[in-house]
Nanobody
């Protein structure tokens, strides 16, 4: 089993910064992809940023230039540095780690951490 735990959410004023962290424990794989998703009230969960094991990173357009994803393969952690936060960034942020084994991709989700940006 793999456990994924996020931390670092909270309340911040618009224009401020927050850093989210995520760590995997239990059965530890070399995760192919680590990523952050978010879900705002009444909306579907959306991809925010991903980082794969080849060093490639991708961001949703709305956070480009403001958010930075980074991963530590040895520690099996991924973080999301969020700057210039806007009220529309308010959401529950989820970490997902994807491992390849058994001939398929396996996704492991955290429980989510709330980020609230006050305007």
């Amino acid at each position: 089993q793999v456990q994924v735990v996020e931390s670092g959410g909270g309340l911040v004023q618009a224009g401020g910064s927050l850093r989210l962290s995520c760590a995997a424990s239990g059965r530890l794989f070399n995760f192919v992809v680590m990523g952050w998703y978010r879900q705002a009230p009444g909306k579907e969960r959306e991809l925010v940023a991903t980082a794969n094991n080849l060093g490639n990173k991708a961001y949703v357009d709305s956070v480009k230039g403001r958010f930075t994803i980074s991963r530590d393969n040895a520690k099996r952690t991924v973080s999301l540095q969020m700057s210039s936060l806007k009220s529309e960034d308010t959401a529950v942020y989820y970490c997902k780690m994807t491992a390849w084994f058994g001939g398929t991709f396996n996704d492991y989700w955290g429980q989510g951490t709330q980020v609230t940006v006050s305007s």
